[in-house]
């Protein structure tokens, strides 16, 4: 405001919007007077208040705490940004980084918090394969925080899924990404069963069949000739496909003496093997 001295006496001049006008926006104010005699003016100021606005991007990445009305020339006032689930604090717009931040009050401003979405890996180890149903795909294994993926565990003819080493026992196993994730499949050697057979012609007799462990190495099948015959050759059924074994002195011998063949197999699933005489 304005005070004028005059004769020994002070006085507030008041407002009037036209002897008396502040000049917006650069706040000069003009005072109009008729000299009557000697006078002092005297002008007097006083801090403006200023709003400091906040924002963030993007929209549900956080809060930013310190944003108000404050003094022209304020200084020390801390800005703080704070990301909710699933976001981290990334840069203000203006590219600072720091967090909290101390800013000194001179004019009007909007400070805005710039937040980025975690990443975390997802490590599965299934020995058989896997496959992994998710959205967003990931990038270089690192997914979205929040992202749903569905681990699927593979197996072979020789393996059964005992459980995900989370203990969810079902082969499937849908999974919330909210930290890094190392996933391992358990599984088990199946019991597979290894039959035996004489060919239609019969002849003789098989030994050797019965329960085995998938995986198991050298299994000895044993086809004994009757009186009279005398060994011809093997064939296997498996996976519905039937093929004849051919003889090769080391895993199909017959002992020339006996006339028994042994046969040494491999268990990698059920198999019927059958042994014919002639």
């Given at each position: ?22 000049a ?24 403006k ?10 929209d549900?990445?956080?809060s ?121 499949a ?11 057979a ?32 005398q060994?011809k ?36 699933g ?9």
């Open positions: 405001q304005w005070s004028v001295t005059q004769y020994g006496q002070t006085a507030t001049i008041v407002h009037n919007a036209t002897t008396c006008l502040p917006p926006p650069t706040g000069i104010h003009t005072l109009t007077v008729n000299v009557d005699g000697p006078a002092t003016y005297t002008a007097e100021f006083e801090n208040q200023v709003t400091i606005s906040t924002a963030v991007t993007p549900g990445g956080g930013v705490s310190g944003g108000g009305d404050y003094y022209c020339n304020a200084p020390n006032v801390i800005l703080t940004a704070t990301p909710n689930e699933c976001y981290e604090f990334e840069k203000w717009s203006d590219n600072n980084t720091d967090n909290p931040r101390t800013i000194t009050v001179d004019g009007p401003a909007t400070y805005q918090a710039v937040f980025k979405k975690k990443t975390f890996p997802v490590t599965i180890n299934a020995a058989y394969g896997y496959t992994i149903s998710e959205n967003p795909n990931a990038e270089n294994d690192q997914y979205y925080c929040g992202t749903e993926i569905i681990v699927t565990a593979q197996t072979d003819a020789c393996h059964e899924f005992v459980k995900w080493s989370n203990n969810v026992t079902a082969n499937s196993c849908t999974l919330t990404v909210n930290a890094p994730i190392t996933l391992t358990e599984y088990k050697d199946k019991k597979v069963t290894i039959s035996t004489v060919g239609s012609n019969g002849g003789g007799s098989v030994s050797g069949g019965g329960e085995y462990d998938c995986n198991e190495p050298n299994v000895s099948l044993t086809a004994t000739p009757d009186a009279c015959y060994f050759q093997w064939s296997v059924t498996q996976n519905g496909q039937t093929s004849t074994i051919m003889h090769n002195g080391t895993t199909c011998l017959t002992d020339p003496t006996t006339g028994i063949n042994t046969l040494t197999v491999n268990v990698d059920p198999a019927t093997y059958t042994a014919e005489f002639e």
